[in-house]
């Protein structure tokens, strides 16, 4: 049985998927938790580091986790262009709390300090993370960016990167590059029924209808 543990970081989250150990790394967000992050890791063998998404706050440490790891880098190809500029998905806010979160959001995609990368493995739909000790399948969950996935772990878990939000209150993405594809992203993470929700920012909750 697979164990999910939450590292908190900041408003954000990074997660190892565990079964004994081997173990995957979701998502390695920004450089002072960099230390944190590696000592959640040092008891395992991470085999594999996965990006929800290409955003700064969820790959600042891909590059040195995956030297100090020997752990290769896998996300959503659709992905790709964000690591050498966030900016190249304009995100969008419709609420007064998402445009503040927005302008924040911003002053860090702004940042030129994002050490380069080139992922080696690229996810989509229906992969499956056997190979790496883990029963696990990439869902694909456009809309906070084109490219953002999920992993469900076990049918029983989802951690969604930031297709879902639980900053202030659980709910659809604040933000977004392409608000159709987030809802009917949120509509299908809806569908998939008993789950618990891991976040990108905020606290794990249950599985419930995400419409706004």
Known sequence: MAKIERIKCGNGNCYIVSNGKKAILVDTHQKKYREKILNFCKPYNISLIILTHGHFDHVQNAAFLSEYLNAPIAMHKADLGLIPNNMVQSLYAHTLLGKIVLS????CFNIDNLPKFKP???LKEGDTLNNYGISGTIIELPGHTNGSIGIDVEEKSLIVGDALMNMFYPTVSMLY?????MLESAKRISNLGDRTIYFGHGKPVKNKSWAL
């Open 120 to 122: 080696t493995i690229f």
């Open 177 to 181: 590059h392409n608000r159709p594809a």
């Open 104 to 107: 924040a959001s911003m002053k």
